[in-house]
């Protein structure tokens, strides 16, 4: 299948949940397909985020492929909640069950994607070499590019520096060393009860605090699981119809017409229970500031009651709406602050003057070995704009989202034609379960590609009105709820000199049945093998 004189029908850029299926998909359609990727191992997200702790907050019955039954059945997770490298084991098996791996090219960054107008074609250059593709496919992942924030003094630390985002495979021994971290979203949140078991201090630089809902993991249920697998279609379809595409704890309750004291003893049994989930435990959190309120004061109160240090507590209870950043879940974060050997620094009262060749100063200086940046990712076009992708009348996709990304469904970008964005801005996928969400935009992509060669179509390209429109509504939709009213990674806030604009579709079954409609009605939207 690997092609000698460096032609596809296809190239697609990532080799993580979306690629490796993005591949099996086309390849199975007799499609000549390339993947390139970074990396020397495949993963996306599993194999750069190998932080300790690192763990999905979507339980792994949930967080898996459903595209082929016996997979499904005869693949076993160890917890509900899986661990970073059993996810990996578990992708590997993936590529090795359906032969994935040998047309991977490992350790080759695209720097160059340029459509050639005349022969209608992608020319996709590396830092090896050059290829000629029909369509090219962007499965690069939505949180993919670290986020490394401008810290006066950084470059003069002599100790070591990590990213969450880019941790080294080698283990990291912090054993009687004094480490600093700065962030406390979710990778912060799932690391520090791992680190601060080993370290003789650990100081936390927290500038926001962040909701956490404990995740309550332990060993697979193996009678869940038997339950599940006996109707796992059932059980994914249900899913699907639910807001955030995951499974859901209520129906339509609502907080606005419950009484408090049931609603709080709810809460408790969420609480208990729940992760993630508990968002959607009523169907006005996410809609309804009061309601949303009496949620996030629940949060804050069960802080207050789990860190002993009053101070301390009040430290981390988010003032914002819950879930107007991504919610978190966690393994014994909040318990982690009574211990003696662990230090929360709030970056609002003092905030971090310089960082010296062995300190940080803030309000005071803290003598440090390790320092671990926590600071997230340049969300949902990172990874799309940290190169150059040319379009019609070699227009650069960076310059045409320096106003706001926009994109058609998340999956077509007007300009550009035959490319593809798996999980693109203006679809749900951060705010849903991301594993079906792929596979739903593979999916689609692969059903498009077939549809184009059965209707004799060479090019599809969204229109500019169709992706305006599509935006349009994102943004009716988010403004509708709580999401748009904090700063947050969602809307690029957390990133200088980025356009400020909402970017996840809210709604999986709406999106799902928007897309079927546009489908259906012989992709309305796009336009085909237009005249240059
Ligand atoms: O990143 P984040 P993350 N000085 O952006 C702080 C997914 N994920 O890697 O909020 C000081 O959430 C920043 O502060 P603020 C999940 O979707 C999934 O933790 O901007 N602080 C914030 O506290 C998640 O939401 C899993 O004020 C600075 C932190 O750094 C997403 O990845 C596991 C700063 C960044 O938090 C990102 O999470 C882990 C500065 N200059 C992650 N700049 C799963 O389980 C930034 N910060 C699937």
Redesign the pocket.
């Known amino acids: 299948m690997i092609s000698k004189d460096n032609k596809y029908d296809a190239v697609i850029v990532g080799a993580g949940v979306s690629g490796l299926f993005m591949f099996h998909k086309l390849r199975n359609m007799g499609l000549s397909v390339l993947v390139i990727e970074k990396s020397d191992e495949l993963g996306g997200?599993w194999n750069w985020?190998r932080y300790p702790g690192?763990?999905?907050?979507?339980p792994s019955l949930e967080y898996s492929y459903q595209f082929d039954e016996e997979l499904q059945q005869e693949w076993n997770w160890s917890e509900k909640y899986s661990a970073g490298p059993e996810i990996l084991e578990y992708l590997n098996y993936v590529a090795e069950k359906f032969d994935l791996k040998n047309y991977i090219n490992f350790e080759e960054e695209v720097i160059l994607a340029k459509f050639n107008e005349d022969s209608c074609l992608w020319s996709v250059s590396t830092n090896k070499q050059k290829y000629v593709a029909k369509f090219c496919i962007f499965a690069t992942g939505c949180?993919s590019i670290p986020?490394k924030?401008?810290?006066p003094g950084l470059e003069s630390f002599e100790g070591k520096l990590l990213h969450?985002?880019t941790w080294p495979r080698e283990e990291q021994n912090f054993t009687d060393k004094n480490v600093a971290i700065?962030?406390?979203?979710?990778?912060?949140?799932?690391t520090i009860p791992e680190i601060a078991k080993d370290v003789k201090n650990l100081y936390v630089?927290?500038?926001?605090p962040?909701y956490s809902i404990p995740s309550n993991n332990g060993p697979m249920d193996k009678d869940v699981e038997a339950q599940v697998k006996a109707r796992y279609s059932e059980f994914r379809k249900e899913n699907s119809l639910n807001g955030f595409g995951l499974a859901s704890l209520s129906d339509e309750a609502m907080i606005s017409e419950s009484d408090l004291e049931e609603v709080n003893s709810q809460f408790e049994k969420n609480w208990n229970t729940s992760g993630l989930a508990f968002f959607g435990g009523y169907a006005d959190i996410p809609v309804d500031v009061n309601s949303n309120e009496v949620a996030a004061n629940f949060v804050r109160n069960k802080i207050k009651e789990i860190v002993s240090d009053q101070e301390t507590a009040e430290k981390l209870c988010p003032k914002y709406h819950i879930g107007g950043?991504?919610l978190?879940?966690d393994t014994g974060y909040f318990q982690t602050f009574n211990r003696e050997n662990v230090h929360l620094i709030d970056?609002n009262a003092s905030p971090?003057k310089n960082v010296n060749s062995k300190n940080i100063e803030a309000d005071q200086d803290y003598e440090i070995d390790v320092l671990i940046l926590?600071?997230?990712?340049d969300?949902m076009t990172g990874a799309l704009t940290s190169l150059d992708i040319l379009g019609r009348n070699e227009v650069n996709l960076k310059d045409q989202w320096k106003e706001g990304a926009k994109s058609y469904l998340g999956l077509g970008v007007s300009n550009f034609p035959n490319l593809f964005t798996i999980t693109g801005p203006g679809s749900p996928s951060?705010l849903s379960n991301m594993m079906p969400s792929i596979e739903q935009h593979v999916n689609w992509i692969a059903d498009c590609i077939g549809w184009m060669s059965e209707n004799n179509k060479s090019v599809i390209e969204s229109t500019k009105i169709a992706e305006d429109e599509w935006m349009e509504l994102v943004n009716e939709i988010a403004d509708m709820t709580i999401f748009t009213s904090t700063?947050?990674?969602y809307n690029g806030?957390?990133i200088e000199d980025k356009a400020k604009a909402f970017l996840p579709f809210i709604g999986v079954p709406v999106y799902t049945e928007k897309l079927e409609e546009i489908t259906a009605a012989q992709y309305q939207g796009f336009i085909f093998d237009k005249s240059n």
Request: net charge positive.
């Open positions: 997200t985020n690192a763990r999905c907050d979507i949180l986020n924030p401008e810290i969450t985002a700065i962030g406390t979203g979710s990778s912060s949140i799932q630089f927290q500038r926001t962040n950043k991504r978190c879940v970056l971090i926590a600071t997230g990712f969300a951060v700063q947050s990674w806030s957390n």
